[in-house]
Structure formats: C-alpha cells, structure tokens
C-alpha cells in the first residue's frame, strides 16, 4: 500500500489573470484545475460542458485568445494573462445572437444542446477564417466535435445558411 | 386525413428549447449547484469476478475535506435490491457491491469531499483487499452445464428463457421449396450520449423531501428511488425541468440516484456525482445489445418467404436492469414488414462477468432488424433474384391494413412500397447501379445497401407482462395539464424530462392547434414528480402519440369549457356554436359571439355567469391510455406490442478503400413514414441523427472486453464514434400514411434511422465484398474486420 505524500498539505493556489467574455478576472485556483472546471465552478459559467474529458468530444471547446481549444486538456493557471471566449460571450450582448447562433436554431442544429457550446465554438472558429465555407470546409470543421443527435446533418445546413445570407 | 388541414402541425416552427441551449443558458444535472454541496468519486473493482475480503478506509478517512466513505456492506443494509426486470429474485442488485464483485468497474465504495478533485485523491488511498475470483466472459461458455456461475444463487446463468411459437411454423416449413440458415452478431455496443449521467440530490430533515435533479430518461424513475430508498413516494421530489444531454434510452441512473440520495440523507448536504467518462462508460448504465442470432428462413422458389425460425442470444452482462425486455420490443414486430406467416422465436438472455445492459435506442429492435434484413438480402442471393424485387414479394401491401402479424401485434397502417419507391427514386437507382459499378471497373470494392424495417412506436407496458407474469402492469398512460391564466395566456404541464426531443414545442404545437393560438405564446413546463401527472417518459418513441394525444385531450376540454360557458350565456347549445382562433360565436347568428378575454374572465371571475355545477377557472388534464393497450398477452405469449408502426427504407452505396479498408458512404437516402409529423424539423433531426448513430454500430462502435472481462474500449480513442467525416450528407423523403389510431395521425419517430441504417450499410458492404466471394456477418464492420474477410475468401479461393 502506497504512502501518500501530501496527505495533510493543502495544495497552494495560484494567482491568475484571465479575461472571460471580456471581464478580467482574478482567482486564485490550484494547478491541477481544468480550465473547464474553472470556468463552470469558479466563475459559473456552466455553458461550456464536460463531455470526455480526454479531448475527443469537443463539448468543453473555447476560444483561446481567438483559437478554439479544448478546455478539459489544460489547466486554468496555462490560460493566465490570455482571453477566454465561451458561449456565454458569443454574442455581442445580451438578448442578441450571432448568426450563427441564430442559424443554429432556424435550421434545427441542435437536440439536446449539450455538444451546441462547442459546436458553436468550432462553427465561429471556421468563420472567423473562412467567411463563406462551402458544405466539405464545414463537414471538416465540425469534425473535430462529436455530436450524437444531429447527424451533422443540419449543423452542416445552419452554417451554410448563415454564412450565406451574410453574402447577400 | 393525410390532406388535414392543420395550421401548426407539420409547420416549420422554432424549437421553443433551441435558445436556452445556444446561449448557454442549458440548465443541466451537472450545473445543479447548491450550498454546501459535497462531491462523489468512486473506487471500481479493478476484476471482473472477485471477493472483497476488506476495504480499510482509514487513510482517506483522516485526509481534510473527506466526509465520508461509504461500502456495500453500510448501504445494502439500508436500502432494498433494485431487482431485474424478469422473475428472478435472487439477482439482486445494489449500488455498491457487496462481498463480491461481478464485472470490472463495479463500483465497491463511494467517497464524498468537498471537491470532486479531492474526492478523487481520496478515492485513491481507499485500500480493498481482493480474492480474484474464476470469471466467465464469453456467453457461450456462460451457457455450459458447469460454468462459472454470476450469481450462485440464482442456480444458472440463464436469467431469462422462452421459445415462442406462433402458427405452424414446422408445417409451413414444409411446404417451403427452400430454407436457408444463417447466424449473424450484433455487438455490444450504445448510444453514448456526450453527457455522461449525473445527479444531485438534497434531503430536507424539517420537510422529509429529498429533492432530486438527474439526466435521466427512465420510466417510474421517482417510485424506484423511492423504493430503493424504503420512503414514501410522496418524500421523493424529481425535477424534470432539469435539460438532458442525450438519452436515447440510456439515461437510467437508479443506482447512482439511490447512492447519491441515501448519501444526501446520511450526511444532512446536497451531494452530487458526475460521472466521468470511464465510470459511464463501464459502469453498468451504458452499454447496449450485444447478441448473437440464428436464423432460418423458410421460403418459396418465388422468394415468397413463409416462415421464420429465430434464435437471439443475448450477453447482458452481469446484472439486469431493463435489459432482458430488450428481447421483448421485437415481438411486436418479429416479421418486419413482411408477410410471414408463422415464427418461432427463442429468447435467452444470459449472464457473464461484463458491465451491465441498459435500454438502448430501439429496446432491442435495431438488432433483430439487422438480423432479419440480413437474411432477406442471402435469400434473394440464393435465388439469384434482385433484392428489391423479392422486398416487393413480401413486403405487406398498403390494403392490408390493420394486419395481423403471428406473434399477435396489429399493424396500424403503412404504405411500405411506395416509401422504398421513393426513396429508390430519390436515389435515381440505376444512376447508383451505374455508379457502383464504375467504381467496380476502376478496381474498387463498391456496393448498394438496401433496408426496409419498422418501426414500433408508442411505448406500452406489454413486454413486462410478456417477459415476468408476476408483473401485471397494463398502462403506461401519460398525460398532460392545459391551464388558461386570467390574462388568457396558456401554460401547459407535463410530467417528464426531454432529452432533445423537443417536447415543449411538440406540446406547445399541438395546443396552439387544438386551440388555435399561437403557439409560440403558449408556455410549456417541466412539473416535478410530486406535482405532475402520471407520466411513463419518453422510452419507446411515445412522446408524439402519448404527450401529443394528452395534450390534445386537456386542450380540448378547455375548448369544450370555453363552449358550453359561451352556450349559457348566449342562450343555445354548445352545438349550435362554432369556435374560430378561441372566440365563440353562433353558427347562424354571427352576431351572437363571445370573445376569448370575455369568455376567461367569465371563467375564472363571473362564477353567476357560469353554468350551474361549473368548477371555475380554466385549467384541464387528460390522462391517456396506449391505444390499443391494456391488454395481458395470451398464454402462447401473443400480445399486441406498441400501437404503431412507423416505417423507413434505406438505399447506400458505399466504398471500401483498397488500402485501409475503412468504408465511405457516397451516397444515403432514407424514405421514412412516421405518420404526422408534428415537428418536422424535429423528426427529420431525430433520423439524421439515428441514421449516424447506426453508422456507428454498423461500421465502428463496440465495447469490447478482454479474456478476463476487462473493458478495452472505455474512452472515445478506442470506442469512436462517428464524427461529421464518417456521417455522409443524407436524404430524408418523407412519405405520409396517418395513424388511425393517434389523434392527429402521428406515430413515433425517436428511434428512426437507427433501426434501419445498421442493416443497409451492412447490406451495402456485403454487396461489396460479395465481388471478392467475402462477407461479414458480425458487426462492426470494422476495417480490421473487412481485411479478415478479404484474407479469408482469398485463402479459400487459392
């Protein structure tokens, strides 16, 4: 039987900065906190969700100073001094969507809603770089999120609705 | 009817849900947080079959932040066995394991901190001392007279057993010019959703309720934990308001709410568990169907086939849930949709040293569909005849409706070959042909896939009677509340969680209709256990026909209300009346009318104004019985399972990469009949997404275990599913023939996609390998897989 070590030492917490949805937050949290947990238990925001928690499943995706990542494969106290987007912070305010967003709900992307957070996230990272995708750059794209209820199907049909509407 | 002329149903409408969910605003079991509340992990055996000689806890006992550690041999003693769902008593079943464990990951002790991070450091210092114990994996082994037994004292690792005979299956075999015998396996695989199941509970000592929020779709789930928990039903509040990632049948939970809520009430705090990835995927909730079957078909020169003889057995692992009724459901459609006209059906589930079935999408019919397709396809091989042609021989025509299958089930109605028609033509099938066979002349493995399967829908009680004759259990009505508010806006109330099916609208739709209102006005609730109807959740693609058809009947007893309150206070009868967007007036006499607002605020404020023995105020329920059920099966175990049957045909063409072996779809088309549709945004969704979900099971998804009943595919690098490159762009052609039953025409549609696509795409790949002299009787059709079967006809033909 294994001795443990640090039975009775409280881990130490360190400080971080990191700016969520554009709010700077503070915190001190342990080293082995996730990022996902960090955003779902320190700051509340419950959006992004915890789905494998080996990076398979893109549930727990975020913007990482503008770059998608998965948040349940880093630790918070990586993304100090960097900006957070989560689904929380797509849209510009409250009581508005993106396009995305609301494409996402015209064409029926979604069941359950619990992989939509980092669909979304995959979605807007696409069309940050590619504004007018055709359906193959969105298949690609998306492949990186599993999704059990769509079939992709019509995750595939919002994005190309929404993107192309911007073109009209 | 097909024509109806409805103002809502069948609309493009957005899902009243979609909002919450793409804002982040998803209220989730796992984002259920409340003061003081204290977190789960769990320590799993790491053996398949061993002896807990003894836990010493007093390590992470002594760590800061633990709270508690808690054993089977604690709980067992103050909860009652959650038992199976077939008759044997002495397969109990505990949250925790007690003395013995019987597959690897079953879980042995719980320990609560104040973080799941330290829950889990704690977790690791509980030190169990085992004996490993002989174990047996393989089902086959399990079936032998001196084989390791699971559970000693239910005396055989059979826990269920029963051959069905219906019609003269040996005479009619007789007459048949030819029969053909095959075996084919499904593998144990499941519908995975992307959350994993949690829960959290709360005890209040002053008001004795524990309150309860979980992902769970499961019927009777408050009154089991209840039961487990020895409490009134009435101590139990489960809120079904709480938003559910993903079910598809899998979201059961009992064990993990009865260890969660007894913890709740030991401890006087909320407590919650989350599972991780690998306690879902091993840890008895999860995994689905895993059978093996052998078949005979009995059949003419003409490829009429006459009779069937089916032997399914099923390895549901270590403990029973739900899982030995998935044999059940596809009683009640045994003969798919053809003219079979006697079955022999002999069911066996057995037990092994693996993690326990539960419920998944289908109950059990996407298997025996796989397997029935399969036989259609070699019969039409045998003969030499086209596969479509000899679909088109016994496919039951669209006048012989209601038909009588043997197994004693009605089919409500159909149309099956004008939707494989259709979907054939959507395809443009000889451009297909023509395609496949390019790819062939370019030296690719290229082949079509056809199915036509049922779909059962309406989720009934049958299969409990049917399966444990101790169990009488005849309704699972569901119901629904429509109240009229003094602003006259409109709440209706149901008594179930959604899981993605999108009930609100659905609901919200079908009031708007029977009401004529806008539905979008009208705002739907989740109740919670202790203030809703009687509801049986949405297992068994019911929600359509059962919420559907309750949420009608409470609207249209408002509209009835609204009615007879207008004929007293204009002087005629309710007949002599018509009602138009919720206005009353005089079928005559136009001018003689009242208005919605007048007519509600007579209602809930003029009681003189009300008819004499009026109850005030507007708010109804309706409570709905399973059409066509309430009934006991008859004792050669004929019953009429689910009230409709919905219908679905696909048509693939896909190809095998000459290197890797991995199969791309080109093409996919799914004709499908559900009925109504309510939602047909929904609907097409749900097929989409079912169609995907087979994909898996037919070409990559499998739990696979060791020799000695280890998991070896317990995270998402070895179980994979399908993502967005392996699920092709499909084709939905909807096709429309009205349930008679159901008040709107609707049938179920839950399970759509996936009872079908397994079987075509399976389908699709033997008529590829068949170039090669190959084929693959198993799934999944995994590339490994396909490169054996290459190998093996290749050596056979040298």
């Known amino acids: ?168 | 009817m097909n024509k109806a002329p409805f103002r809502f149903i069948g609309k493009h409408r957005r899902a009243v849900e979609h909002k919450r969910f793409v804002v982040g605003k998803g209220r989730y079991a796992a984002d259920i947080q409340l003061p003081g509340m204290l977190h789960i992990a769990l320590v799993a055996s790491p053996y398949a079959s061993a002896k807990i000689k003894n836990i010493d806890a007093s390590e992470t006992l002594a760590m800061p932040g633990v709270h508690a550690v808690l054993t089977g041999e604690e709980l067992c003693r103050h909860i009652d066995a959650m038992l199976p769902g077939v008759d044997a008593p002495q397969v109990t079943r505990y949250p925790l394991a007690f003395d013995v464990t019987r597959y690897a990951g079953e879980w042995v002790a719980a320990v609560v901190a104040d973080s799941r991070a330290l829950a889990e450091d704690a977790a690791e210092l509980v030190n169990v001392d085992y004996e490993q114990l002989p174990c047996v994996v393989d089902p086959q082994e399990a079936l032998k007279p001196n084989a390791t037994l699971v559970h000693p004292a239910h005396g055989t690792n059979v826990i269920f057993h029963r051959k069905f005979v219906w019609g003269p299956v040996e005479e009619d075999f007789a007459k048949c010019d030819h029969q053909l015998s095959y075996q084919v396996s499904w593998a144990r695989n499941a519908t995975v959703p992307i959350e994993t199941f949690a829960v959290a509970c709360q005890w209040n000592d002053s008001t004795g309720i524990l309150d309860v929020w979980a992902s769970i779709q499961m019927p009777k789930f408050p009154d089991q934990v209840a039961k487990a928990l020895r409490l009134p039903g009435n101590a139990v509040r489960v809120h079904f308001d709480v938003d559910v990632g993903g079910s598809y049948g899998v979201k059961r939970g009992l064990k993990h709410s009865v260890l969660v809520g007894y913890l709740a009430k030991k401890l006087g705090r909320p407590v919650r568990l989350v599972e991780d990835r690998l306690e879902n995927m091993r840890g008895g909730d999860m995994q689905g169907p895993d059978r093996v079957f052998d078949v005979t078909l009995g059949f003419q020169k003409n490829g009429e086939i006459k009779s069937m003889k089916m032997r399914a057995v099923d390895d549901i692992g270590a403990y029973s849930g739900r899982s030995p009724l998935q044999l059940g459901k596809p009683v009640g459609a045994i003969v798919g949709p053809y003219r079979i006209l006697s079955v022999e059906y002999d069911a066996m589930a057995v037990m092994t040293h693996k993690t326990p079935q539960e419920a998944v999408r289908g109950f059990g019919q996407a298997p025996t569909n796989y397997a029935l397709e399969t036989g259609i396809d070699k019969v039409a091989r045998f003969l030499n005849m086209d596969r479509i042609a000899l679909r088109r021989v016994n496919l039951i025509g669209k006048d012989e409706f209601p038909y009588l299958i043997p197994s004693g089930t009605h089919y409500d109605s159909g149309d099956y070959d004008t939707v494989m028609t259709k979907a054939l033509n959507t395809a443009a099938f000889e451009d297909l042909l023509k395609e496949r066979d390019h790819l062939r002349s370019q030296g690719q493995l290229a082949g079509i896939g056809i199915s036509t399967c049922l779909e059962p829908s309406g989720g009934n009680s049958s299969f409990e009677p049917l399966f444990n004759p101790k169990n009488q259990t005849t309704t699972w009505m569901d119901s629904c509340l429509v109240r009229v508010d003094l602003s006259g806006a409109i709440t209706a109330l149901m008594g179930t969680s959604t899981s993605g099916q999108a009930h609100e609208t659905m609901v919200s739709t079908v009031v708007g209709e029977v009401l004529q209102k806008e539905p979008d006005g009208i705002r739907v609730l989740h109740a919670d256990s202790l203030n809703a109807l009687p509801s049986n959740s949405p297992v068994g693609s019911r929600m359509a026909i059962m919420l559907g058809g309750a949420a009608a009947g409470a609207a249209k007893k408002i509209k009835q209300k609204l009615l007879t309150i207008a004929a007293h206070n204009l002087g005629v009868t309710a007949e002599d009346l018509v009602y138009e967007d919720g206005h009353v007036q005089a079928t005559n006499n136009p001018s003689q009318k009242m208005s919605w607002d007048a007519l509600v605020e007579i209602a809930h404020r003029h009681f003189h104004k009300l008819p004499e023995g009026m109850e005030p105020g507007l708010q109804e329920k309706f409570v709905w019985e399973v059409p066509t059920g309430g009934m006991l099966p008859t004792e050669d175990g004929r019953v009429q399972m689910y009230p409709c049957h919905s219908f679905e045909s696909h048509v693939v063409l896909a190809s095998i990469d000459p290197e890797t072996f991995k199969v791309s779809i080109r093409k996919y088309v799914c004709g499908h009949d559900c009925g109504v549709m309510i939602s047909p945004d929904v609907v097409h969704g749900m097929t989409y997404g079912g169609i995907a979900h087979g994909l898996g099971a037919a070409l990559m998804e499998k739990f696979a275990f060791s020799p000695e009943g280890q998991l070896l595919s317990g995270t998402f690098m070895d179980y994979l599913l399908p993502s967005s490159a392996e699920v092709p762009a499909i084709t939905i052609v909807d096709h429309c023939t009205p349930s008679p039953l159901t008040e709107f025409g609707q049938k179920g549609s839950g399970e759509a996609g996936y009872l079908g696509s397994p079987a075509a795409i399976a389908s699709a790949v033997n008529d590829a390998l068949s170039t090669q002299g190959a084929k693959i009787d198993h799934l999944p059709m995994t590339p490994q897989a396909i490169w054996t079967a290459l190998n093996v006809a290749r050596s056979a033909q040298a």
């Open chain 1, 1 to 168: 039987m294994s001795t443990p070590t640090s039975n009775n030492t409280r881990i130490d917490k360190k400080p971080i900065q990191i700016q969520v949805n554009g709010v700077m937050q503070q915190r001190h949290v342990e080293p082995r906190t996730s990022l996902v947990d960090f955003l779902r238990d320190e700051l509340g925001l419950t959006g992004t969700h915890v789905g494998c928690e080996h990076g398979v499943c893109g549930a727990c995706t975020v913007m990482l100073n503008d770059e998608p990542v998965r948040s349940c494969c880093m630790f918070a106290v990586q993304a100090d001094d960097m900006r957070v987007t989560t689904v929380e912070g797509l849209a510009p305010e409250r009581g508005v969507m993106t396009k995305i967003q609301d494409a996402f709900c015209e064409k029926h992307a979604l069941q359950c809603g619990y992989c939509t957070p980092g669909m979304l996230m995959a979605c807007h990272a696409l069309v940050a770089h590619t504004p007018h995708p055709t359906e193959d750059q969105v298949r690609d794209a998306i492949s990186s999120n599993i999704c059990r209820c769509t079939g992709y199907q019509q995750i595939v049909d919002a994005v190309m609705y929404a993107t192309q509407v911007e073109k009209k």
